[in-house]
């Protein structure tokens, strides 16, 4: 088993070691090539969702807008990759994806709401 492999698998562990601290995520997809300008919405068939587990760091609102809100999820790099015209569901609550830092084995995204 290459080294790879050895890290992916134990950060698969890690994940499921959580249990409560880490909650699921489900990363609505939309396929960026297919947006509908004169509508403003992606077309339905384009949109794939997968549940991961994810970890919440830093909640925080907005000091210049005190309607959005921001936090940032820590997930298994692996398992998803993300686009700026993703959005991802948590708790029942909508978010928007923002910028993704990979490093390699692990990710963070900024996501964020209003209200």
């Known amino acids: 088993m290459g080294l790879q492999k050895t890290i992916n698998s134990s950060l698969t562990t ?5 249990k409560d601290l880490a909650v699921d995520a489900e990363f609505h997809r939309k ?5 509908e300008f004169n509508t403003g919405e992606f077309p339905t ?3 794939s969702v997968k549940v991961i587990k994810v970890l919440e760091i830093k909640p925080k609102k ?3 807008n005190h309607n959005a ?3 940032t999820l820590l997930f298994q ?3 998803i990759d993300l686009s700026a015209f993703d959005t991802v569901k948590i708790k029942n609550l909508q978010w928007r994806v ?3 830092i990979n490093n390699g084995f ?3 995204v900024d996501v964020f709401k209003e209200g």
């Open 45 to 47: 068939e384009t949109e």
């Open 69 to 71: 809100s921001s936090k």
């Open 98 to 100: 923002g910028p993704v």
């Open 106 to 108: 692990v990710s963070t």
């Open 14 to 18: 890690a994940f499921k070691q959580l």
């Open 77 to 79: 790099t692996s398992l």
């Open 31 to 35: 396929a960026a090539a297919t947006f």
């Open 62 to 64: 907005d000091a210049t």
